[in-house]
């Protein structure tokens, strides 16, 4: 096993000055900003890839803010092959490796989550930005192909095709690429069939999408069955005759219905031109379709599919023969556990995935036969592994632990285990090691959480502070995270617990890794806010610790964290002292929705306005630090502004900041940094420092 890190991370380690302290051995304002950018600047890898031939990785590696992608071979030490040297919020995403990876495609620019949106532009350049391809000869040569997204090679590596919104682009890498399909919608997903005659891809249609397939030699596009559905996640067979994908379909209300069933599993015969439904899952438990980020689909062999299944109430990978009348799924992976991250081995007989088997505050990367042979442990790391890829015969994963952030270990097959050197950090940073913790919220529900404490006597009363991730369907770790958003809330924590502060990370329900239960718990969100339950009981549980002053509280999060920051402050002032809303969303309520009578809508509507900050506003006394980036597209800038009005109306205290040109999760280093900065800066006024 070979953890990959370069010289570049070390020597950083090595330089890094010495942080100003206060007398009690807290950090002060200014060496809080120095931990802050020492740990901000800290090596974090995403987007791994494998070439399915030999034994090449890729990924990207985020250092100091700057993005740039390395590639191993054989677990060898990483080489750098772009050289980009700017923190300007240019992202690095999509890539793609030829089957012999000697060639690589990624994407410059744009936003990973809206491709077919203008390319952000935090650095405030002069001109306009663009979401460009680029393709990596094996020569090093770095060639721009055009404006889009989806890179992918033939099984060849001969020719490439990518996308633009509802154009199709292809043709003969090291030459001229050209358009030849366009439709109305976005192109979402590329494949190539195995004989490199077609490609197979999902058009996003808004109310629904639909499966396509364009043939090179005909120049023709079809499409398979569609429907009045989300058709998604298409999935060559290994001998191309055949595809499969998911039928989904949403709710229209908040209400479940005990015989409700939402998705099924579909196969298109290519042959013949029929489709068929060949499993849908029982109503109850798994009967909406749920999946991990960046998986889907898996083939066996030409009559198994692999999919996901939270049948059991847990996230669980499955198998189930296409050939069968009345067939029964097949779980591979264990139940009581989730999984996040699965792949196939290069012969497909067994089955690679990452899960929080037998610790569901602990992640780690997994083997299972597909002949149902006992699962094992691709390692023996304490690490967090979340992600995994694989290479040939080698499987890659990203690894992540209290003090290191997101970075690649490498599994080579046939080789033991080797013992990593953790490159070690300077003596400097103030890095505690986070406390796995459990609660109970006032209804009942088992609450999960890590508690920050700072190092030191527990004797002295410390200010505390509650922390609430987004999504919400997330969940915190004793770890960096593998996500780059809470590796830096992550980070700012652990700044936080050097001030002197004690902060708990609370796993509200709504999030994942606990099952499906505490995913859809009831009354969650705009149906009630039932995870604020939770939050609260995490004050509730800070308050019994002897560390604690339980009169100088406060709360801060991003996103769906932004929302619940609100709530506590707007419901609970007398509890929250103060809190830091980063682009949180402060008005739920939504637009009437078609199929629901009037009298359903003002039902609807009214339960999301309990459900929102700004319902108990009048209650809002306490001080509030608001950023949101005003190009922000999860939530809408227009949510701050209001309530800021709001707040001015009321009387209330806050400190407002803007990012002009920036995204929803902020793509400049420093302006993650800044916004720290004033975060410290608030809390240390209004809760730090202030008196009962």
Request: a negative charge.
């Amino acid at each position: 096993m070979k953890h990959l890190l370069g010289s570049a991370f070390l020597l950083a380690a090595i330089t890094a000055p010495a942080y100003a302290q206060t007398p009690s051995g807290t950090l002060d304002a200014a060496g809080a900003t120095q931990q802050l950018k020492t740990l901000l600047a800290l090596p974090f890898a995403n987007d791994l890839v494998g070439a399915s031939k030999v034994q090449r990785f890729a990924w990207v590696e985020k250092r100091n803010g700057v993005r740039n992608i390395l590639v191993s071979d054989a677990g060898a030490v990483p080489k750098q092959i772009t050289h980009y040297t700017q923190d300007d919020g240019t992202d690095i995403w999509g890539l793609a490796l030829s089957p012999d990876g000697s060639t690589v495609a990624y994407v410059e620019g744009g936003d990973p989550e809206y491709p077919d949106d203008p390319s952000p532009n935090p650095d405030l350049k002069p001109v306009e930005t663009r979401q460009l391809v680029h393709v990596i000869s094996a020569s090093g040569k770095d060639t721009i192909v055009g404006e889009g997204c989806n890179p992918t090679f033939s099984s060849d590596g001969k020719m490439i095709a990518y996308s633009r919104k509802g154009t199709l682009y292809l043709g003969v890498v090291g030459k001229e690429i050209k358009p030849v399909l366009t439709q109305r919608g976005s192109i979402v997903s590329l494949q190539w069939s195995p004989d490199k005659t077609r490609l197979l891809f999902t058009l996003d249609r808004d109310t629904h999408s639909i499966i396509g397939l364009w043939s090179i030699k005909e120049s023709k596009v079809s499409f398979l069955d569609p429907a009045l559905a989300q058709d998604m996640q298409p999935e060559f067979s290994p001998d191309g005759h055949a595809v499969a994908f998911v039928r989904t379909h949403s709710s229209v209300t908040y209400h479940k219905n005990k015989d409700a069933r939402f998705w099924s599993l579909q196969i298109y015969n290519l042959d013949t031109g029929k489709n068929r439904t060949v499993w849908t899952p029982s109503a109850g438990q798994g009967a909406k379709f749920w999946s991990a980020e960046g998986s889907g689909l898996l083939w066996a062999d030409n009559t198994h599919v692999l999919f996901p299944w939270e049948g059991s109430g847990w996230l669980r990978v499955c198998s189930v023969a296409i050939d069968v009348e009345q067939n029964v799924p097949t779980c591979l992976t264990p139940d009581q556990a989730e999984i996040s991250s699965y792949r196939l081995s290069a012969d497909r007989k067994a089955l690679f995935y990452t899960s929080n088997a037998g610790n569901v505050d602990k992640w780690h990367a997994w083997q299972v036969g597909l002949d149902g042979a006992h699962a094992t442990r691709l390692s023996n790391s304490a690490d967090m592994e979340t992600d995994l890829a694989v290479a040939g015969n080698d499987v890659a994963v990203i690894a992540a632990n209290a003090n290191q952030p997101a970075h690649v270990v490498i599994l080579a097959k046939g080789q033991s285990p080797k013992t990593p050197v953790d490159p070690q950090l300077p003596s400097s940073v103030h890095l505690v090691t986070p406390q796995d913790v459990q609660f109970k919220s006032a209804d009942g529900i088992e609450v999960h959480g890590q508690l920050f404490r700072p190092a030191g006597t527990q004797s002295d009363k410390h200010p505390a502070l509650v922390f609430v991730h987004g999504g919400p369907h997330r969940q915190m770790l004793a770890a960096f995270n593998s996500m780059g958003y809470y590796s830096n809330a992550y980070a700012m924590n652990q700044t936080l617990a050097a001030q002197g502060y004690v902060v708990l990370s609370v796993n509200y329900r709504s999030g994942t890794g606990y099952g499906e239960a505490f995913r859809n718990a009831p009354e969650i969100g705009r149906a009630g806010a039932s995870e604020y339950r939770d939050v609260l009981a995490g004050a509730t549980y800070l308050k019994t610790l002897s560390d604690v002053d339980p009169h100088r509280i406060g709360i801060w999060g991003g996103s769906w964290g932004g929302y619940l920051t609100a709530l506590a402050l707007a419901r609970n002032s007398d509890i929250f002292r103060s809190g830091a809303d980063f682009h949180g969303v402060h008005d739920m309520t939504r637009t009437d929705k078609i199929g629901l009578s009037p009298s359903e809508n003002k039902a609807a509507h009214d339960l999301e306005w309990q459900s929102s900050p700004v319902a108990d506003i009048a209650h809002w006394h306490a001080p509030v630090l608001l950023v949101h980036g005003d190009d922000d597209y999860n939530v809408e800038f227009s949510q701050s502004t209001l309530l800021a009005r709001m707040l001015s109306e009321q009387g209330v205290n806050y400190e407002e900041h803007s990012f002009p040109n920036e995204r929803h999760a902020f793509l400049r280093m420093q302006d993650w940094l800044t916004a720290y900065q004033w975060t410290n800066a608030f809390f240390a006024r209004t809760l730090k420092d202030s008196q009962p």
